[in-house]
């Protein structure tokens, strides 16, 4: 029985990777629960799955966590940023499941990977902020990372058993190709991006997601971040991946190798397809998602990514090439931009300009350390704040 912690649980991926729980009853059990805030939630899932652990992120919250949960003697409640490092480094645990969005899930990936858990993250900034920190204490460590994006997992299904040290294995690959839904506005014209409402961008033709990420599918940021995530976690150059929109987001990536010939990963929209793949790594078992009828859909279509449209796509491959501090500056910024945009402070098309501003206005670091790397964190926010400021 593999022993789970899940870091996020009340959020979209925790609550599909509790539905992948439910539907293997005598394969996993419930080790650790970590919310922010969502009280009445975390309740109902500390009730029905018993772990010995659980933590909220608000210290007000976990008091009335404590006080409800008055008649389960067998559960710690944990709070602040301490109960949710206390969760990721539980001995007993086997797998962390890492749903925190941003770069709040920094520091938790850091602390599992180092007690030598094994980490299904979803949290792609991790990545993008320090790939190269990450990826070494992976190595150090002897832990296996495990995407639980549908793109980033679709191509390690792919890369099955070719990711070897070997050079003549790894020179088969040509490229990889991510591909992206377009999200709402894929038809929509540049000159009407600029009036587009949150209401409007939160509307997803595919996936249901929480808020910024949702946000990022329709500037495309999140398929920016997706490619220097598999830069890091592949070790393979930025101009090596490429974007195409596939709007019916039956084919999640594909590779292609030097002898022209295409591997790919289809699969039905449904998140519970790579989060089970991540906790059953690598092995795969029946999900309780449909089934996909390639009858049924008959046609698959392929569209290039408008870059003049989707800046932020441009944006984040300059942030691959350059590397160092500014993948972090890049994913900061646009932290606090989507925040600004969702709560109708700045403009749709504002969020790429501040992007860029702040990115323009960075000293990079070429080879950073974890300080380096929250000091970038910290001044990425603060300037992105003093922009949008001066907006409204």
Request: net charge negative; with cysteine; hydrophobic share 45%.
């Amino acid at each position: 029985m593999k022993r789970l912690a899940i870091l996020g649980s009340t959020g979209s991926i925790g609550k599909s990777a509790l539905s992948v729980v439910q539907t293997h009853p005598g394969k996993f059990t419930i080790a650790g629960l970590a919310a922010n805030t969502s009280v009445d939630l975390l309740e109902q899932q500390i009730r029905q799955f018993r772990p010995r652990l659980a933590a909220l992120n608000d210290s007000d919250t976990a008091n009335q966590l404590r006080e409800r949960l008055t008649d389960l003697k067998s559960v710690e409640v944990l709070s602040g940023k301490e109960g949710v490092l206390a969760i990721a480094r539980m001995e007993e645990v086997d797998l962390v499941i890492e749903a925190i969005g941003g770069s709040a899930g920094l520091l938790p990936t850091l602390e599992a990977i180092q007690t030598g858990k094994d980490l299904a993250f979803v949290n792609k900034e991790v990545l993008v902020m320090c790939g190269s920190l990450v990826m070494s204490a992976v190595e150090e460590y002897g832990v296996n990372l495990l995407p639980v994006d549908s793109e980033i997992s679709a191509i390690l299904q792919c890369l099955a058993g070719r990711l070897s040290d070997n050079p003549q294995e790894r020179n088969q690959i040509n490229r990889l190709i991510l591909t992206a839904s377009g999200g709402p506005f894929r038809q929509t014209p540049l000159d009407q991006l600029h009036s587009v409402t949150p209401q409007q961008a939160l509307k997803h033709p595919t996936w249901n997601m929480g808020n910024k990420i949702t946000i990022d599918s329709a500037t495309m940021m999140n398929k920016g971040l997706e490619v220097i995530e598999a830069r890091w976690l592949f070790d393979i150059e930025p101009s090596q991946i490429d974007v195409i929109v596939q709007p019916e987001s039956i084919i999640h990536s594909m590779v292609e190798f030097v002898d022209g010939s295409y591997l790919a990963q289809l699969s039905v929209a449904d998140m519970r397809v790579p989060i089970q793949y991540a906790l059953t790594y690598p092995r795969h078992l029946p999900t309780p998602a449909p089934n996909l009828d390639l009858a049924q859909i008959r046609k698959l279509h392929f569209e290039p990514v408008d870059f003049e449209k989707f800046p932020c796509l441009s944006h984040a491959y300059t942030a691959a090439k350059v590397g160092g501090t500014l993948p972090t500056v890049l994913s900061s910024a646009d932290e606090v931009a989507v925040s600004a945009f969702l709560n109708e402070h700045i403009g749709f098309m504002d969020i790429p300009t501040i992007i860029e501003t702040v990115m323009n206005q960075h000293d990079v670091e070429l080879e950073p350390n974890l300080n380096d790397i929250l000091a970038a964190d910290r001044w990425a926010k603060s300037t992105a704040h003093q922009l949008i400021q001066s907006l409204y």
